[in-house]
């Protein structure tokens, strides 16, 4: 997380503004949030909820409070922060074979993108990370619903790193009934991020009856097509202008010819908080207590765009159920990587300029 806060000049905000998220509240749709994680304890981001609001469970048999320790990961990147006794981060190496082994670091300071935000978990996906979008449906209800359709926002933002491939037989791209539910939550005052998704790569026949690896266009994923979504793409933790977009990062423009994705954050092997399936594979591989683990994936991207909205919300509060400014807030100063539009979209995540910029 420390890479990704100093990426999207997140630290700057933090230590110039206290853009720390404060009185904000945040959803995060996924598998679940392990809220006995210690990551979450310090600003107590799980408990202390406004009025009116509680984590919900829209699957069924649920055996914990995050099986696959999926969620658990994406509100890491968020909000919270770790106790200097809890950094004991376990991240995949590979050996000249190509065998991928596990090895512990100790890092102190790690941190969300705006750790006093508040997290309510909307769980609707089980296991394997798979669910319905009947159940990422009723979780949208369940926010306009606290929110009183837009007339009392308690809930600010939500975080989406999910969705599946967009299938042109049945709808126009954007225009599924949950990319419609989106667009309506954002019209309703809440912002919504949403993972571009991880199928910009693939196998591609080629007339010399090669097939041959390449980049994939027209691979945005739902939700993500929704006109009003902010659609987050992945690029390197470190070394974004050398690197570019990762080469999982699902490529626009939408299927009806439409700009996307809107922006890119670090998505390439993200250290945050481990809990179900995740940590218990990282300490079996290492004999040890894991506290945090490293993935990689849009899901890990969006939540940093998350996590920099809630910084921005609770420093400049006139932003609070304008989610169509932040977005065009954010596009506008974004940090160009030379890449194209279908790629990078707007550019790199850049919340300190976004700030300034008001």
Known sequence: MLEGLRTTK??????????????VVWAVADSGVDGAHPHFRAHRNLIDL?????????????????????????????????????????????????????????????RGMAPKTKIVSL??????????????????????????SGRRLRVHG????????????????????????????????????VAAGNTGHGHVDTD??????????????????????????????????TYGVSYFSSKGPTGDGRAKPDLVAPGERIVSSASGALRA???????????YVEQSGTSMAAPHVSGAIAGILSVRPEFIGQPERVKALLMATATDLGRDRSFQGAGLLDQMRAIQAV
């Open 281 to 291: 594979e990282a300490e079996r591989r290492l004999g040890r207590d894991v506290h």
């Open 123 to 148: 769980r609707v996906l089980g296991r394997g990370n798979h669910g319905l979008t009947s159940a990422l449906l009723r979780a949208i209800a369940y926010v306009q619903d606290v929110n009183d």
């Open 50 to 110: 406004p009025d009116g609001l509680a984590h919900q469970d829209f699957t069924d048999g649920a055996e914990s409070a995050d099986d696959t320790g999926h969620g658990t990961h994406v509100a890491g990147i968020i909000a919270g922060a770790a106790a200097d006794r809890h950094g004991t981060v376990a991240r995949r190496e590979r050996d000249e074979r190509g065998d991928v082994f596990f090895r512990a670091h100790e890092v102190a300071g790690l």
């Open 10 to 23: 997140c630290d700057a905000g933090q230590a110039s503004f206290g853009a720390d998220g404060e009185g």
């Open 208 to 241: 010399a009856k090669q097939v041959v690896r390449a980049a994939l266009s027209h691979t945005i994923n739902d939700p993500g097509n929704a006109a009003l979504a902010l659609t987050v793409g992945s690029t390197h933790a470190t070394s974004p202008h």
């Open 158 to 193: 939500v975080n989406l790193s999910l969705g599946y491939e967009f299938d042109p037989e049945w709808f126009a791209a954007g225009q599924s009934l949950l990319c419609r539910e989106v667009d309506r939550l954002v019209r309703s005052g809440v912002a919504v991020v």
